[in-house]
């Protein structure tokens, strides 16, 4: 399981640039004029595992299969998208579709690069697709609640709650606050992802700087880190010019071009391990001769659940998984080592698989 994220912002703050590095594609056309994305872009790229390498050399694996992750670029967005203004509709449609939001701000200055409200203020420009956000969801529930009346007076369990959530969250956006807010009880989770409000996406700040400034950042990435931190929220500096200069170059040149610019790594692993914690995954490994290969799964995870991302019968038929820690595979040099020094153990069905773990399951076809 990898997951899908959203590339969102307003007009011309650099979301193309940024899908066309991290998806190493030129798929989105990245111009210098509104709602140049007009169509979602999808891409899928690796996701960066420097153990996934090691594993691999261990076990002599013939073949390295990463995870992957998903990213859309969506099209910019304008003040009252709500109401359908510019690409409105279909944008608040193809938010919908995503797990989290990785929202792009702009936090250069350039001349050259209008801004369609006319100045450089990332604060505010996250602060408009927020409300866009809310006020679609507002929208939402006034006519789901006034769809579920006759329900509820034939004392319908399921639009019971389903008016109580929906009841919830209109009261934290009245208020002026996202629904994610809201403080929701496991036995209402599921039915409340099923009313997939906008406002409640996971959301991470891309702060987009202008290459001198991609190390520290500047006085506009300082202002969203104290908007994010306010909220609860995470964020990463990057440099989209960078990332696109990057993707055009081999491994050992792009090593040499972060190092000339005073970074340790992409801004792509930063933009993943990021969106990682923002939606609580993690990353098993599967290890043999013939591949090692990488696996996401959220954090709580319990085996059979885990081994059904490789297949659903594995699930089913589950019977027990044989696990060694990533740290402990490595120090016994492979398996058969771990296996002599006590560190592979046999897990059961509760057992709540861990990231780096090493897994090989056994289960009734």
């Not at 954090?299 to 699930?315: C, K, R, S």
Request: charged share 25%; aromatic share 6%.
């Amino acid at each position: 399981m990898g997951f899908k994220m959203g590339i969102v912002g307003l007009p011309n703050v650099g979301k193309s640039t940024l899908f066309n590095a991290l998806t190493k594609t030129a798929a989105a056309q990245a111009a210098n004029f509104p709602f140049c994305t007009i169509e979602p872009n999808v891409g899928e790229v690796a996701v960066p595992d420097a153990r996934l390498d090691k594993l691999a050399e261990i076990a002599k694996s013939k073949e390295v299969i990463p995870t992957r992750m998903t990213f859309v670029d969506i099209a910019g967005l304008v003040k009252g998208a709500s109401k359908g203004e510019g690409l409105g509709n279909q944008f608040l449609a193809n938010i919908r579709e995503v797990d989290a939001i990785a929202h792009v701000l702009r936090c250069f200055e350039d001349g050259d690069v209008t801004h369609v409200e006319g100045r450089v203020d990332p604060v505010a420009d996250a602060e408009t697709i927020e409300t866009e956000l809310m006020l679609a969801d507002l929208e939402s529930i006034e006519k789901r609640r006034a769809n579920l009346v006759r329900k509820l007076k034939g004392n319908d369990k399921e639009a019971q709650q389903q008016d109580r959530l929906l009841a919830a969250a209109q009261a934290v956006l009245e208020d002026g606050k996202p629904a994610r807010v809201v403080e929701v009880d496991a036995e209402d989770a599921k039915a409340w992802k099923m009313l997939q409000l906008l406002s409640t996406k996971p959301v991470l700040y891309v702060c987009n700087v202008a290459e001198e400034e991609s190390v520290e950042g500047n006085a506009h990435s300082a202002a969203v880190a104290k908007m994010a931190a306010a909220q609860g929220n995470s964020h990463v500096i990057i440099s989209a010019r960078i990332e696109e200069e990057i993707s055009q170059l081999d491994a050992e040149e792009a090593e040499m071009f972060l190092g000339e610019m005073g970074l340790e790594e992409p801004g792509l692993d930063r933009l993943i391990r990021a969106g990682y914690e923002l939606l609580h995954l993690e990353t098993y490994f599967t290890v043999g001769p013939k591949e090692a290969r990488a696996w996401t799964i959220r954090q709580g995870t319990a085996a059979p659940q885990a081994a059904g991302v490789i297949h659903g019968d594995f699930e089913k038929g589950f019977i027990r998984a044989e696990t060694v820690a990533y740290a402990d595979f490595i120090a016994c040099n492979g398996e058969a080592g771990a296996r002599d020094a006590g560190k592979l153990r046999a897990e059961g069905k509760g057992y709540i698989v861990q990231d780096g773990d090493v897994m090989h399951f056994l289960f009734n076809a």
